[in-house]
């Protein structure tokens, strides 16, 4: 009877730490959209109510602003992470080749078969590669992330930016 609680409690444990990332990532992971209701509002033309038809200009207006300035920000990224990007590729390929290759081949043999020697073989070769190649794909995508982050600060920096002038200007719109 005790040994069965604890089982119990791993298996709801595991599945709860399972099902809240997924959780998560349903709700926007976190992240909320980068417009808020009141630019949507304005652009769809429904003036929030308590603005004038000058504070809806100009909240209009810090919108697109704001929404440029990250535009911006996201396309400078994109253009600095290419190299890397493509650098990435470009190791990774042969390596996926090889264990796509090898998944075919286990594939192939253990069609006719599941537990016959060549199925078993062809199982073993599979696993053998994969924990051959694993340090290669980890170097590559520690590679990949090292030349990234930069770019990425970069990137975080810009949006905080434009998200902090865009408060400001929001403030001094509403006079608060």
Do not use: W
């Amino acid at each position: 009877m005790t040994s069965r609680l604890p089982r119990l409690c791993l298996a709801v444990g595991l599945l709860v730490a399972l099902a809240l990332p997924s959780a998560a990532l349903a709700h926007g992971g976190g992240h909320h959209h980068d417009r808020s209701r009141a630019c949507r509002a304005v652009e769809n033309n429904r003036v929030p109510r308590g603005l004038t038809a000058a504070q809806a200009q100009s909240l209009a207006t810090a919108c697109t602003t704001r929404a440029n300035a990250v535009k911006a920000a996201n396309d400078a990224f994109a253009a600095a992470a290419k190299p890397a990007h493509d650098a990435y590729r470009a190791a990774v390929a042969p390596l996926r080749a090889q264990l796509r290759t090898a998944f075919t081949a286990k594939r192939t043999a253990c069609r006719a078969d599941r537990s016959g020697q060549a199925c078993t073989d062809a199982r073993a070769a599979y696993r053998s590669l994969r924990t051959t190649l694993a340090p290669q794909f980890r170097a590559a995508r520690k590679a990949f992330a090292t030349a990234v982050r930069p770019a990425a600060r970069t990137r975080a920096a810009a949006v905080r930016a434009a998200q902090q002038a865009f408060r400001a200007s929001v403030r001094q719109i509403l006079g608060a």
